[in-house]
C-alpha cells in the first residue's frame, strides 16, 4: 500500500477532529472506531476479508504501513477467523494517540501542549492544513447530498462516522436531522463497512459477541447434534478498556 493516500482510520481522525478546540468528537466510541478502520482498510487491500461476522486473513503480506501491520500480523496469529466484534471490543491501548503522532508527523497537525486544572499535561492537536479536512468532508457532503453510491472508501467512512456518533458533530441541530439520517443509510453501500459498524455499534451497546444461531432442531436432531448454548464463541472475550494515557489528549 503506498503512502500517497490517507488511510481510513487517519480520515477518521481528522473528521473528528475539532477544528476550534483541537480536541476529539465522541472519543471512547472513536477508538473502537479507529480498530474497525483498520479492518476496512486491511479489506480494502485485499489483506483480510469478511467470513460471516468473523474476519479471515487471506493475504498475510504486510501492506508497507506500520501500524497495519500491526493489527494484521495479530490477526493472522490467532490461525481462524476472528469475530469482528470480539477483535474492536479487545483492548487498543494508545491507537488513538498512535495516529494523532502519525498525523503530527506528517505535518497534518501540529500538537498544542496545555494543562488539566493546571496540574495534568495535556495536548490538544490543531490541523495545519484545514484543506484535507475540507476534501475529507466534503465526500461526505456529496454522498448525502447526490444520493448517488459513493465509492467503496467514501461509503466505509460514512459508515464508522455514523457508528461512532460522529454524525451530531459534522451535522448539528435540527437542520442537520435529515443529513444525519442520509450519513446512516450509506452504511448498506459497502459490504464490510456495514459489518464493522455494526460490530462498533454492538461492542458499544453491551451486546454479547455470540454468533447467531439457527431455530433449533427438533426430535433426534436436537438431542443428538446441536451445540450448547453454553458453549463459548470463538475468538477474544470482550475486555473492558483501559484509562487514559500518561500524556493525556484533552477531550
Known sequence: MGRSRRTLPEELLLLALDPTTGTTAQPQSLDLGLAGAQLVELALAGRIAPDGDRIAVVVPRPTGDPTLDCALELLRRRGA????????????????????????????????????????PTTRYQATDTEISREIRARLDSAIRTGVPPDPRTAALAALAHAVGLGKHLYPGNEGRSSRSRLRDLIRHDPMGGLVAHAVMDVQNGVAAQPRRSPAPS??????????????????????RHGSMARAVAH
Not at 471490543?89 to 500538537?111: D, F, I, K, N, W
Not at 426430535?219 to 473492558?240: C, K, L, Y
Open 81 to 120: 477467523p476472528v469475530r469482528a466484534v470480539n477483535w474492536i471490543g479487545g483492548p487498543r491501548l494508545g491507537l488513538r494517540q498512535t495516529y494523532l503522532s502519525h498525523l503530527e508527523r506528517c505535518g497534518m497537525v501540529h500538537a498544542v501542549a496545555g494543562q488539566m486544572c493546571g496540574v495534568l
Open 219 to 240: 426430535g433426534r436432531q436436537a438431542a443428538g447434534g446441536a451445540r450448547s448454548a453454553a458453549e463459548p464463541a470463538r475468538g477474544v472475550p470482550m475486555q473492558p
